[in-house]
């Protein structure tokens, strides 16, 4: 069964750094997402991707965050100066044409020191 | 953001019987309902979804009911087996461009016990 993949499942960076976070959605979808849940907190919305451009983004998604889908089947989160409430579980999503239904990755654990 | 609420944080049910997940909203926007199992260390799994022109739909197991007047949905689970044992989300979407845009709640932990 076709799945979302993300690497790395766990990324310890210092604080201040850059971090990318990988995802390969699945093949024939269009539609890509980042989703983050802070410990304890519910699964927030961060960035939803279409046709090689941001279509929506919430309050968290500032300017220290940026997305990119570098060759057609990457889909890339990157935190320019991560900072240590950017420690989370960020879930990679992709959706088919037409479709709310978002299929999730496995994650990656961000842990900033 | 309380947009969906999921008022129960856990729920203990016995092998066999039903559960029953709530889940209420307050955006009017909302159009698109989706219900997400979720493992530790794991991604949410997509389960069933509902929309706003139907009040009922069924998947084997699972059964999702949505009433629009009270803004509540529910998502029933039966017979339910030890292997449920895990975390639900409620989700909902307002569709439009903010399709697959999804606001959650906070999760309701389901214990079945055999």
């Known amino acids: 069964e076709p799945e979302v993949t993300q690497t790395p499942s766990h990324q310890v960076t210092q604080m201040g750094q850059e971090v990318i976070l990988r995802c390969v959605p699945i093949?024939?979808?269009?539609?890509f997402y980042w989703y983050r849940q802070i410990l304890g907190q519910k699964v927030e919305f961060l960035v939803s991707?279409?046709?090689?451009?941001?279509?929506?983004k919430s309050e968290i998604f500032d300017d220290q965050f940026s997305v990119e889908r570098p060759d057609g089947s990457n889909f890339t989160l990157k935190i320019r100066s991560t900072k240590l409430e950017d420690s989370a579980m960020y879930f990679c999503?992709?959706?088919?044409?037409?479709?709310?239904?978002?299929?999730f990755g496995q994650g990656t654990r961000l842990t900033v020191v | 953001d309380q947009q969906v609420k999921q008022n129960s944080p856990s729920l203990s049910v016995q092998e066999g019987r039903i559960s029953i997940l709530n889940c209420d909203y307050t955006n009017s926007m909302f159009d698109y309902f989706l219900w997400y199992k979720k493992y530790p260390a794991e991604g949410p799994t997509f389960l069933i979804s509902i929309s706003s022109i139907k009040d009922k739909n069924e998947d084997g197991r699972f059964t999702v009911f949505l009433n629009k007047s009270a803004k509540h949905l529910s998502l029933h689970i039966v017979p339910s087996q030890p292997g449920d044992s895990a975390v639900y989300f409620c989700a909902a979407s307002a569709g439009g461009t903010s399709y697959g845009k999804l606001t959650f709640g906070q999760g309701t932990i389901l214990t079945v016990h055999p």
């Open positions: 093949s024939n979808h269009l539609y």
């Open positions: 999503a992709s959706g088919g044409q037409g479709s709310s239904e978002a299929f």
């Open positions: 991707f279409y046709n090689n451009e941001i279509s929506e």
